[in-house]
């Protein structure tokens, strides 16, 4: 039976970069559902949150990490097939 490995720091760092971009995105959603601060609160908040709140909170998390953090073998896996799937739609919309 293989044993589990302990997630190291990479683990940590993502969750906190993660977990924030969560809560903006459900304050977003519950202001746009419970009609909170109008009709178009979820259409705002929600572009809100996708175009300057993740990119930022993202860049921040990065930056706030060690580089022999980052060199992981997922991550490199990530960065490889987000550059395959931009390339894909490079050329698909030509």
């Known amino acids: 039976m ?3 490995r302990h997630a190291g720091p990479v ?3 993502v ?8 809560a903006v995105t459900t304050v977003g959603w519950a202001a746009g559902r419970f009609d909170i601060l109008g009709s178009h609160a979820q259409t705002v908040l929600g572009r809100f ?3 300057f709140a993740r ?12 580089v022999a953090d980052l060199a992981q073998p997922g991550v490199l896996v990530f960065a490889v097939s ?3 799937v931009f390339a894909v739609g490079l050329l698909l919309g030509r």
Request: cysteine-free.
């Open 55 to 66: 990119p930022a909170l993202l860049f921040l998390t990065m930056s706030r990490s060690r």
């Open 11 to 13: 683990t940590g760092s």
């Open 2 to 4: 293989p044993r589990l």
């Open 15 to 22: 969750l906190s970069g993660f977990l924030p971009i969560w």
């Open 82 to 84: 987000l550059l395959a």
């Open 49 to 51: 949150a996708f175009t």
